[in-house]
């Protein structure tokens, strides 16, 4: 897949789920809060009807937690 391509269905897929995330980071460089939205974006493009977290907000601060969708 082109480079361009592949950016633009990141594009549409972050701002669909209203995440701020560069697609141009490793992982391994986000923050706690944003690597569990990367976690998130992984399971929407294959279409998961249910998708199961495990106590998801509890490395969060309140400030992290208050964040709307």
Known sequence: MRRRALRKRYEVLVGSAGFDLRGDVPARS??????????????????????????????LSAQETAHPP
């Open 30 to 59: 986000l923050r706690i809060a944003e690597q569990q939205e990367d976690e998130i974006l992984r399971a929407l493009p294959r279409a998961a009807e249910i998708v199961i977290m495990d106590e998801p907000t509890a490395a």
